[in-house]
């Protein structure tokens, strides 16, 4: 119940800039950082969530703060430049303090230290300082006022595993959750093509309005369909057998249609095998 109430307060104040930042070459630097520091699955969507929602914020209260000092046409078209170069220069640096604070937040004792982020920005050839690396650690929990323990998508997944296992689906419980992790990364990497699938499923149409994909925003940020979509995904590879019965648990759980689900699992399934027969 928590999670689904906080799942639908952040979806009833969704920007409209939402998922900007989870493009996947961002998620995939984040992915492959996360697993060269060895940390846990968790951290990794936490930090691509964290990166989000701060750049979201910090581009708004850039753009608010120039635009209120230039207002002319020609200001403003140089107050986005000077916006966008600050981004770019900043955003490796930002990124890896994302990756600092997940880390922070669910592995006390195995953390990122100023150490091995430095390490590897100079890997990179970047020369910060520690000083710098604290102030950018300081500007992401400023800008997000200290708000940084969001729920992930892997949080809805396990929960709603655990309570399929208490309504009596005997499923191969550790191999599903293995595989439902990687399908949540599936889905994240492959992001705007599952979701562009299954906007064309739900119009019945494959040229979309950009009123249809402003108003499919809160889909894809839907954090429940996410987990309903993966779990009923898994069990459709593993366990086809228990399918049905799975869906419909998931239904009675969090309200989500039957027909949601079928259109979301299609959507990861044609991307998985590449194929557009249904």
Request: proline share 3%.
């Amino acid at each position: 119940i928590h999670l689904a109430t906080e799942n639908e307060q952040y979806l009833s104040e969704l920007p409209e800039q939402a998922g900007y930042f989870k493009e996947t070459r961002i998620v995939e630097f984040i992915f492959l950082l996360s697993e060269k520091w060895r940390l846990d699955q968790s951290t990794r969507y936490q930090a691509v969530e964290l990166l989000e929602r701060f750049m979201i914020k910090q581009v708004e209260q850039m753009c608010d703060d120039r635009g209120s000092a230039q207002g002319r046409e020609q200001g403003q078209r140089s107050s986005w430049s000077s916006v966008r170069d600050q981004i770019t220069n900043t955003f490796v640096l930002r990124l890896v303090s994302c990756v600092q604070l997940a880390s922070k937040l669910s592995l006390h004792y195995s953390r990122v230290t100023s150490d091995t982020a430095l390490t590897f920005l100079q890997s990179l050839k970047y020369s910060y300082t520690k000083q710098e690396l604290l102030e950018s650690e300081l500007a992401v929990l400023n800008t997000l006022h200290f708000h940084i323990n969001v729920s992930t998508p892997l949080a809805y997944v396990e929960l709603l595993l655990e309570v399929l296992g208490y309504n009596g689906c005997l499923l191969p419980a550790k191999p599903l959750h293995q595989l439902c992790v990687q399908l949540l990364d599936f889905c994240y990497l492959t992001r705007e093509t599952i979701y562009d699938t299954l906007l064309k499923i739900a119009i019945e149409n494959s040229t979309p309005s950009k009123l249809q994909i402003a108003k499919f925003l809160t889909v894809k940020e839907d954090f429940m369909l996410l987990a309903v979509g993966v779990i009923s995904t898994g069990v459709f590879i593993l366990s086809p057998g228990h399918w049905e019965q799975v869906v419909e648990h998931l239904n009675c759980i969090t309200g989500i249609t039957p027909q949601s689900i079928l259109e979301f699992s299609y959507a990861v399934v044609r991307r998985i095998v590449g194929s557009t027969t249904p």
